[in-house]
């Protein structure tokens, strides 16, 4: 009872309505006590482990406001879990801590390794706190280490590239198609990164992170480079949603023009 189902996108899985149902199959059975033992599922991607594993604050506290090093010449576990759930490399990867996180990895800190909410560190790496330089070197770091760019959130099923796409951060959307992020991918919606991009056309969005609301007003010209980049990467813009929704069409009933002629 302690095998996931794989969500990578295989030759016969063709469509996001099918994506979005396995995922929904995931998202239920990572809330499932019986299977909290970390089976592997995709690439290498382990299931959150038990509240058990709890390194001290004063590792947490490195990790986030300083230097990891001596915490981790102690043989502090990289890949144990701190009273918050989080583990050392989420945390280190959430507060944009790039030496420390250099350091983790060397350590042996898992690149896949979700924290207890099943959030991968590389789906910490983009926020409206977004540093485009110090994340793309995260990230980078990440990827080389071997961290799957495809991962998806487990309950929303985004992937870092939704996200990045839901910042309008165009140097970065352009750094994952580059570094082999799918551009096709779905999540519970069935919403591609494509469509994610219509969405954000011509409108500002509100968005509340910890209690604060950031104002996401539509950059000039960006839902139509974001489109443009996603098309070169031959993303597809007629896969429907699970309503059975184009991004075509989704742009059209916002009355986007720039991104419908493309």
């Not at 011509?202 to 960006?222: D, V």
Request: hydrophobic letters at 40%; glycine letters at 10%.
């Amino acid at each position: 009872g302690g095998s996931f189902i794989d969500l990578r996108r295989g030759p016969a899985e063709s469509s996001c309505v099918e994506q979005a149902s396995r995922q929904r199959l995931y998202v239920g059975a990572i809330a499932m006590p019986a299977v909290l033992g970390r089976p592997v599922s995709g690439k290498g991607q382990e299931a959150p482990a038990t509240q058990e594993e709890t390194l001290g604050d004063e590792f947490m506290v490195a990790v986030r406001d300083g230097d990891v090093s001596r915490e981790l010449a102690l043989s502090r576990d990289p890949n144990g879990f701190f009273r918050t759930g989080l583990t050392p490399l989420c945390l280190a990867v959430g507060c944009r801590r790039e030496a420390n996180v250099r350091l983790l990895l060397e350590r042996g800190a898992k690149p896949n390794l979700p924290d207890q909410r099943g959030i991968t560190p590389i789906l910490e790496a983009f926020s409206p706190a977004f540093d485009t330089d110090v994340n793309m070197r995260i990230v980078a770091d990440l990827i080389a280490a071997g961290a799957d760019i495809n991962a998806r959130h487990p309950k929303y099923g985004t992937s870092v590239l939704h996200n990045a796409i839901s910042f309008y951060h165009l140097g970065a959307i352009e750094f994952l198609l580059d570094s082999g992020a799918d551009p096709d991918v779905c999540d519970v919606r069935g919403r591609t990164p494509f469509f994610e991009a219509v969405s954000n056309c011509c409108e500002a969005e509100e968005l509340a992170l910890g209690g604060l609301s950031f104002s996401m007003p539509c950059k000039a010209g960006a839902p139509a480079q974001i489109v443009s980049l996603l098309i070169a990467k031959g993303a597809a813009p007629e896969t429907p949603n699970v309503d059975g929704r184009t991004p075509l069409q989704e742009a059209q009933a916002r009355d986007c023009p720039t991104t419908v002629a493309l």
